[in-house]
């Protein structure tokens, strides 16, 4: 079943209600372990649940096979758990079939029933969680279209209620004849019920199967739905020519509907993955029907809305005006900047107490650049994918393009050269009118905007950017690599040396041994949300994690490895020093994210990306599929702005009929539409139709595990399926 926004409150009082206990744990939370806004959604949740003194128990889970096993050993037998909550995870999968419950064995060994909620942000649905099972619950998000959502379970309805029906009527003449068919005389060998067994069943990829037949759809499984009504050739025995008549008019009736919301329900399954929002979104909202949202609650929603800017700007730039909005609600004080408040005295106050304790968020001024409140403004120019792109700092020309921009500007390579807190004031806080005066002859108009950063203290501000770098850091490494030397702020060092050395494959590492290894980085990252110190040394670390992504994609880019297909552009990274560091999840799709961006600067045709990274310890390859990039249009909007006021056409029904209104706010482009990703789908049906053995089982359907020796097989064929974009 289905929650919407408005019922939040009411159904998470029934599982407190219900988790209350003094004694056990009865309310278990399975969490996404490598999903920032999972992570932060379910950060929230406890918070909540520790409020009212509820037990609970958090899992960080990998993939799906984590989730069942996970389920299966330590909560499947256990009597007290009465509620299980998934994090970033459930929503495309049939969750009770996934679990492997069965409630007529819970019945038998007196097993108290268990409630699923899910909130998850992942599309499309699952449609048996949304309307068939009343034990899994669905926390819808605030922009789900209702009309849409009630035409689709209308016609799950009737899919479900058609093919329980075929199935009776196949049952009832089964009986009328010896061998257990129905024959029909009129029908001359017509076959009455169609062979889509697979379909309507599971749209997750098993992890290491091998599927046998040739016409899967990566669809939805259907539990009513997926009974194989079996039809065969065989003449009617019935003596009534009339009934028999009305017989076959009926099931022939009843196969039309039936084919009818057969394909209406694989057209909802086979529209590609997306996310529609932002999981710790729904969760603030949530916490601010029950109680006052907290300083800290604010900040973990916009670090998680934040995390999805990289691969979904869509998302964040519908997200970050009511944001902006809660952010000068709880703080009023929030447009004052935080350099003058530094340089407040130490007797001055704020509204949560003295300056050395300040914790506030505040709107700021930002820029695409990496880390550069902890870097120096030219290495965070030169490793932000947004700057390279932009001026092809992987070139030699785009190297010197960018000292002459730094030129113009007027800042010095020793200025550019300095640590950003130790900069010309100066030049510091001229840089926004510098690099507006210079911003449309580069192309970076997108160079300047508004963004939100938390003060910790004297301490120091870290940005929602910063945030989500030093997490996404800590979710790939964790502890291990802290060993570095300490610098005069307590920060820790990390040299090339040490980054590398640190990063090796664990000896004899298995899949689970690097489960085990994610999931001890989730906890990591947990810890450095309440610890600025952590999350300082999460920001050191990620430095060096970032220049071994600029350094491995400026070699795709400078030797030409990136490769365009029929269907999509290709890299395959085979071997070199950092292997290691691509063997997560995470780490490759953000190599991922700077190629693609660079190439679409360069590329005539928009084309998906495919890359794929070897891992040694598995003898498999990690291969990630994105989307096609889209180009900003703030540049080609600038230029039918001027050209409009040069010609003095100001009517707006002079437009010819392909041009956009240029009115619109900047952020109004190509990039504020849904974007979904083929690439789920298209695994699935180029490993069943090759027999590759793979592993389809991270969270995210573009994510997948190939054998080495069916690689270029799995390649090839991908080539040539139907990549709608």
């Given at each position: 079943?289905?929650?919407?926004?408005?019922?939040?409150?009411?159904?998470?009082?029934?599982?407190?209600?219900?988790?209350?206990?003094?004694?056990?744990?009865?309310?278990?939370?399975?969490?996404?372990?490598?999903?920032?806004?999972?992570?932060?959604?379910?950060?929230?949740?406890?918070?909540?649940?520790?409020?009212?003194?509820?037990?609970?128990?958090?899992?960080?889970?990998?993939?799906?096979?984590?989730?069942?096993?996970?389920?299966?050993?330590?909560?499947?037998?256990?009597?007290e758990v009465r509620n299980v909550i998934l994090v970033g995870c459930g929503a495309t999968i049939d969750l009770i079939e996934e679990l492997q419950v069965d409630e007529e064995e819970e019945q038998a060994m007196g097993v108290r029933p268990k409630n699923f909620y899910i909130m998850d942000t992942h599309r499309p649905w699952n449609l048996d969680n949304l309307f068939a099972s009343p034990r899994v619950v669905c926390f819808l998000d605030g922009y789900t279209d209702l009309d849409k959502m009630t035409t689709l379970q209308q016609t799950y309805s009737n899919f479900v209620t058609a093919a329980d029906e075929l199935e009776d009527i196949s049952d009832e003449e089964s009986d009328k004849d010896e061998d257990g068919?129905?024959?029909?005389?009129?029908?001359?060998?017509?076959?009455?019920?169609?062979?889509?067994?697979?379909?309507?069943?599971?749209n997750r990829f098993e992890a290491d199967a091998v599927h046998t037949s040739e016409d899967d759809n990566d669809i939805g499984s259907i539990n009513s739905g997926e009974k194989r009504l079996r039809r065969d050739s065989i003449s009617s025995p019935s003596a009534d020519g009339n009934t028999s008549k009305k017989r076959r008019l009926k099931v022939r009736t009843r196969k039309e509907e039936f084919e009818e919301y057969r394909v209406a329900i694989e057209g909802y399954y086979a529209q590609g993955s997306s996310l529609a929002t932002s999981a710790s979104s729904l969760v603030y909202s949530l916490v601010s029907d029950l109680v006052t949202p907290s300083i800290n609650d604010l900040w973990l929603t916009v670090v998680a809305a934040t995390s999805l800017d990289a691969q979904h700007p869509h998302l964040y730039r519908l997200l970050f005006p009511a944001l902006k909005t809660e952010v000068l609600r709880l703080n009023p004080n929030a447009n004052v900047p935080t350099s003058l408040i530094a340089l407040a005295s130490s007797t001055t106050t704020s509204i949560n107490g003295s300056v050395?304790?300040?914790?506030?968020?505040?709107?700021?001024?930002?820029?695409?650049?990496?880390?550069?409140?902890?870097?120096?403004?030219?290495?965070?120019?030169?490793?932000?994918?947004?700057?390279?792109?932009?001026?092809?700092?992987?070139?030699?020309?785009?190297?010197?393009?960018?000292?002459?921009?730094?030129a113009k500007m007027g800042i010095s390579l020793h200025d550019a050269r300095e640590r950003w807190t130790?900069?010309?004031?100066?030049?510091?806080?001229?840089?926004?009118?510098?690099?507006?005066?210079?911003?449309?002859?580069?192309?970076?108009?997108?160079?300047?905007?508004?963004?939100?950063?938390?003060?910790?203290?004297?301490?120091?501000?870290?940005?929602a950017g910063d945030c989500v770098d030093a997490l996404l850091t800590l979710m790939q490494t964790g502890n291990k690599l802290i060993k570095?030397?300490?610098?005069?702020?307590?920060?820790v060092l990390i040299s090339e040396e040490d980054f590398h050395s640190g990063n090796k494959f664990i000896d004899g590492e298995t899949d689970e041994s690097r489960d085990r290894f994610w999931v001890e980085n989730f906890w990591s990252a947990w810890d450095a949300l309440d610890n600025v110190n952590k999350m300082i040394q999460g920001i050191q670390m990620a430095r060096s994690l970032q220049k071994s992504i600029v350094i491995s994609a400026t070699a795709v880019l400078e030797r030409r490895l990136l490769k365009n297909l029929r269907r999509f552009k290709l890299v395959v990274f085979k071997d070199g020093p950092d292997l290691e560091v691509f063997s997560n999840p995470l780490a490759l799709t953000k190599l991922a994210v700077w190629?693609?961006?660079?190439?679409?600067?360069?590329?005539?045709?928009?084309?998906?990306?495919?890359?794929?990274?070897?891992?040694?310890?598995?003898?498999?390859?990690?291969?990630?599929?994105?989307?096609?990039?889209?180009?900003?249009?703030?540049?080609?909007?600038?230029?039918?702005?001027?050209?409009t006021a040069t010609t003095g056409d100001d009517d707006i029904n002079s437009k010819k009929p392909n041009e956009e209104e240029d009115d619109e706010d900047d952020d109004d482009d190509d990039d504020d539409t849904v974007q979904t990703n083929e690439f789920g789908r298209a695994f699935h049906q180029v490993a069943d139709a090759i027999r590759a053995k793979v592993k389809l089982d991270a969270f995210e359907s573009s994510i997948i595990e190939v054998e080495k020796q069916d690689l270029s097989r799995f390649l090839e064929q991908l080539s040539l399926v139907g990549i709608k974009y």
């Open positions: 079943m289905h929650v919407f926004m408005e019922d939040y409150a009411k159904y998470f009082d029934e599982i407190k209600a219900t988790s209350l206990s003094h004694a056990t744990c009865r309310l278990v939370i399975f969490v996404s372990c490598l999903d920032i806004d999972a992570l932060c959604a379910s950060k929230m949740i406890s918070s909540l649940l520790k409020s009212d003194l509820i037990p609970h128990k958090i899992i960080p889970i990998v993939g799906y096979d984590d989730l069942r096993n996970s389920y299966q050993t330590t909560i499947a037998n256990d009597e068919f129905y024959k029909d005389n009129d029908n001359n060998d017509e076959v009455i019920t169609s062979d889509n067994e697979d379909d309507v069943k599971h050395s304790e300040e914790t506030s968020l505040y709107i700021e001024t930002d820029y695409p650049f990496y880390l550069l409140r902890h870097w120096t403004l030219y290495d965070s120019m030169s490793h932000s994918s947004y700057v390279s792109a932009k001026l092809r700092l992987y070139t030699d020309e785009g190297r010197r393009r960018l000292h002459k921009m730094l130790h900069m010309n004031l100066n030049v510091k806080s001229a840089l926004p009118e510098k690099l507006g005066s210079i911003s449309g002859a580069y192309g970076i108009e997108d160079v300047i905007r508004q963004g939100i950063v938390r003060r910790f203290g004297y301490k120091g501000t870290i940005s570095g030397a300490v610098g005069p702020n307590g920060e190629i693609a961006e660079a190439s679409a600067e360069v590329s005539p045709r928009s084309l998906p990306l495919v890359v794929a990274s070897y891992y040694p310890p598995t003898d498999a390859y990690l291969v990630v599929g994105m989307g096609p990039r889209k180009l900003r249009k703030s540049l080609n909007r600038k230029k039918k702005r001027n050209k």
